[in-house]
């Protein structure tokens, strides 16, 4: 539950693009549950690993840049599928469904809806991030487990603590998108363009960092020591400021330019 609550690059900005995405409650209570539900499946395979004995394969010192490159690309990717212009080259996905939305003077996007499976994907692949809470699980709790049918054990406590706050945060992140006090039309407008923005430049920020780590580690292991005594707040480094950047940077500041910008429409 703490790692779930406190900021983290494999799960806040990923989460709060879904959840802004739905631009309902019960549609952000939904994504994070999917993408936790995923992250929770990850964790618990490999904590069975862990215990067998060939956890070195995946937590390597480079195994977070490599897991940011994954996760940059498929953030791209799910960004552009959400938020496309008419004049690109169409990606036609099974279930997906594009919307094409007029009222912005021909800016000419299509803006489709995130599907279930998107961030599923996501919370699979994120979860092979490596940190502080990962050592403790794959060197310390699964070994102790007794036997391999409860080497999963450790991993999978871990996934559903972080789903609990996860399955909140995106409740919370719907409902932010959905008290605009705008038209049905224009919260979702205004919510895809959010989740589809933020899923590409965070994604660019991902796939950069990943490269910058694998080219330059010892740059990009350093951090700042906080003093607290709270995992994923004891330093300050390279993830928290993927985190600044994808949840602040683009995601916060451009749910409140779409916001005042259908709000002088309106007016």
Do not use: C
């Amino acid at each position: 539950m703490v790692h779930g609550i406190t900021p983290d690059e494999h799960t806040w900005p990923i989460t709060f693009s879904y959840a802004i995405g739905g631009y309902s409650t019960k549609r952000g209570l939904r994504a994070g549950l999917t993408f936790s539900l995923a992250f929770t499946v990850q964790r618990a395979l490999a904590s069975e690993l862990a215990y067998l004995g060939p956890s070195r394969v995946f937590t390597f010192a480079s195994v977070d840049y490599v897991v940011y490159l994954g996760v940059g690309t498929l953030m791209i990717a799910a960004g552009m599928v959400i938020v496309r212009q008419r004049r690109t080259v169409h990606l036609h996905l099974p279930g997906l469904r594009a919307h094409s939305l007029d009222a912005d003077d021909g800016e000419g996007e299509l803006l489709s809806d995130p599907r279930p499976w998107m961030p599923a994907v996501h919370g699979f692949v994120a979860g092979w991030g490596f940190g502080a809470f990962t050592i403790i699980i794959y060197t310390v709790l699964a070994p102790a487990e007794h036997s391999a049918l409860w080497g999963w054990v450790p991993g999978a406590f871990f996934g559903l603590g972080t789903m609990d706050m996860q399955i909140l945060a995106g409740g919370i992140f719907g409902l932010i998108a959905a008290r605009r006090g705008l038209s049905p039309d224009d919260i979702r407008r205004l919510a895809l363009r959010t989740a589809g923005r933020t899923l590409t430049w965070d994604g660019v920020a991902f796939v950069l960092g990943g490269a910058f780590g694998l080219a330059f580690p010892s740059a990009a292991g350093l951090s700042l020591v906080t003093g607290l005594h709270v995992h994923n707040l004891d330093h300050l480094g390279i993830a928290i400021v993927l985190v600044m950047v994808s949840v602040v940077g683009v995601g916060v500041t451009t749910l409140v330019r779409e916001t005042r910008a259908a709000t002088r429409a309106e007016a």
